[in-house]
């Protein structure tokens, strides 16, 4: 049957036919969002993304010529030398003379002084003799002058009996008036015996000698002040080992400060050989003297230290120097390897010399140059290398260890930068 054709749509149809149109036109929308979105996102990244690869290219062929490295480690065949030489260390020379054989040496001098009080060990009896003053009276009528010698007597009235210390002369009595005026003079006295009983108050005094005769009552004595200084007992006294012993003790003590106060002079650089020191007493003395009566007493000493000491590294120098005059051409020493010792065999402090006895020894090993060697292993793979260096040192080499880097890597880079020899000691 024949389609109908219609001019006019009726509204139904019109409207089925709208909304099928509708929903086509929606469709093709989301169809076609994901690729307008990927065409965006793609437009962006593109240019970002392309220049990091070619940073990245540009980099890692950059790095696959730069990095490169050798290390070429040898260790050379080190011999044992040993030496044993005299020297001396002379204060009158100021440099190292390795054909006379002599090093620079210093003088150090300081000085102590010490004092110290020790007891006195001594003991003795001691008898203090009471003394004083009295006025001796002459009255004697016809006026006469008496003498006495030193030594007279005279007893106080309570009975102790003093002697007179020197020669008595009394003038002679003077009228006045029908009165007899006594001539009179002063007299020390000094008691008989020791002890405190004589130790009397003033008194009375009368001359026992001229008991029995007219001159016993007209002569007489008294004194104005007591008599002091009678005592008896046990008392310290300084001996003869007091002294000396003083005297050691207070020596070695000075001398040790003296030494400690030398050593504080000299700086680590310095070596001071114990037999390098020389001490001297300059003064030892005490005022009091042996049997003297005292609880202790002063002593005093005076110390002198001396020394004589040289550089540590001028008598290393110069072995190192002796050391390399007896090497074969080409040879250098093992700095590491060396090894000294010495003594001072005779020494004269005051004369600025000491002679020094010294054994040392050092390795020593065939001179490589580390730059020319390198220079000839550009290029050359780990057994090149290895050939290379035999042929050019030979025996004096024991052992050769190669290491390439990065581990792509499998010879030696062309730039001489690149290739570090280095030297190894076992």
């Not at 007891?119 to 006025?135: C, L, V």
């Not at 010495?342 to 000491?354: C, I, L, N, R």
């Amino acid at each position: 049957m024949p389609r109908k054709i219609y001019d006019i749509k009726p509204p139904k149809v019109a409207r089925k036919i709208e909304k099928e149109i509708k929903t086509i036109v929606a469709d093709d929308k989301k169809k076609r969002a994901p690729a307008r979105r990927k065409k965006e996102t793609r437009s962006i990244w593109w240019p970002v993304s392309t220049g990091i690869l070619v940073v990245v290219l540009v980099v890692c062929t950059y790095l696959f010529f730069k990095l490169p490295k050798a290390e070429i480690s040898i260790w050379p065949k080190v011999n044992i030398s040993n030496f044993a030489q005299t020297i001396v260390a002379d204060k009158s020379v100021d440099s190292i003379n390795l054909t006379k054989a002599v090093i620079p040496a210093q003088y150090f001098q300081a000085t102590k002084t010490s004092s110290q009080d020790f007891p006195a060990t001594g003991s003795a009896s001691n008898e203090g003799m009471a003394s004083g003053t009295i006025t001796v009276y002459n009255k004697f009528d016809p006026p006469t002058p008496f003498n006495f010698k030193a030594g007279t007597h005279f007893m106080s009235d309570s009975g102790k009996l003093f002697i007179a210390m020197q020669k008595v002369s009394i003038p002679a009595a003077k009228r006045s008036g029908g009165k007899i005026i006594p001539g009179s003079v002063q007299v020390k006295i000094q008691a008989v015996s020791s002890g405190t009983d004589y130790n009397i108050a003033p008194a009375s005094f009368s001359i026992p000698g001229l008991q029995g005769t007219p001159y016993y009552y007209s002569i007489y004595a008294s004194s104005a002040s007591a008599m002091t200084g009678g005592y008896a007992g046990k008392v310290k006294k300084v001996t003869d080992d007091d002294i000396q012993g003083a005297k050691d003790i207070l020596t070695k003590k000075t001398t040790a400060d003296a030494v400690s106060a030398l050593k504080s002079q000299i700086s680590s650089d310095y070596v001071l050989l114990d037999n390098a020191v020389l001490s001297n007493v300059s003064s030892a003395s005490t005022q009091a003297k042996s049997g003297t009566i005292a609880e202790d007493f002063n002593y005093q000493v005076t110390v002198q230290a001396s020394a004589l000491a040289f550089k540590k590294s001028d008598i290393e120098q110069f072995a190192k120097n002796y050391i390399i005059s007896q090497l074969p051409n080409g040879e250098t020493i093992l700095d590491n390897s060396f090894k000294i010792s010495y003594s001072a065999t005779t020494v004269d402090v005051s004369g600025g010399k000491e002679t020094l006895s010294l054994n040392f020894s050092s390795g020593a090993y065939q001179n490589i140059d580390k730059n020319s060697m390198a220079l000839s292993l550009l290029g050359e793979n780990e057994n090149q290398i290895k050939q290379t260096i035999k042929s050019n040192l030979g025996d004096q080499v024991d052992n050769i260890k190669v290491s390439f880097w990065p581990f792509w890597v499998s010879s030696a880079p062309n730039r001489q930068s690149a290739v570090n020899v280095i030297l190894k000691f076992k």
